[in-house]
């Protein structure tokens, strides 16, 4: 069996002083830096969002950032502008080894849809591609780290297990919103899923 580590957007905007920062985002650089040359593969996907993107709350009228919304796809959080294609805040932290990625995973970049997930939009049909990568590669066992834990990473986590691969969550090297309660909840439904939290 193959492994990989799929690091979840570990850039500039969800760490300290980012549009969207997560609290202590940055501390996790180093132990996921650390922990690359266990895997025989390692990930990154990377927000990748034009301006114009509809999970903006500055692209809606009257809305504030966290307002939640009905989009065709289902609710939407709105977000504050984050990974805007091109900008600083749309980089890799400086510190993270971007040099030892197998390949970069960007996500977001249809302006309509939401891509919370490293498999699919969110609409949940909309492939990304990273499942067809990572079994022509022979790849079965995955572990998450990143940013934010009850979102991105949380939901990638789960839709690779719905696909069939071997998934943990190594929880250390995570950090989160937790926005009512999103954090218990987001745990609650990696379990159901059968996502291992190490």
């Known amino acids: 069996m193959s492994n990989a580590l799929i690091v979840i957007d570990m850039q500039n905007d969800f760490c ?20 690359m040359d266990n895997f025989d593969a390692v990930i990154l996907t990377q927000d990748w969002h034009p301006a114009t993107h509809a999970s903006f709350a500055d692209n809606h009228d009257g809305a504030a950032p966290f307002d939640l919304v009905q989009m065709p796809y289902g609710p939407q959080v ?17 510190d993270l080894a971007v040099h030892r990625a197998d390949i970069v995973l960007r996500k977001g970049f249809r302006a309509d849809i939401d891509s919370y997930s490293a498999f699919f939009e969110n609409d949940h ?40 691969f071997d998934t943990q969550v190594i929880e250390s090297a995570c950090r989160a919103i937790d926005m009512d309660g999103s954090l218990s909840a987001a745990r609650d439904a990696m379990r159901d899923a059968g996502v291992a939290l190490v």
């Open 125 to 164: 049909v909309t492939p990304t591609g990273l499942a067809g990568y990572l079994r022509e590669r022979g790849i079965d066992r995955l572990s998450f780290v990143g940013l934010a834990h009850d979102f991105c990473v949380a939901w990638s986590a789960i839709d690779a297990a719905k696909l069939g």
């Open 16 to 35: 300290p002083g980012g549009n969207l920062a997560v609290a202590h985002g940055d501390q996790i650089v180093a132990p996921i830096n650390a922990m």
């Open 78 to 94: 709105l977000w504050p502008r984050h990974c805007v294609i091109g900008t600083p805040g749309a980089a890799f932290h400086r």
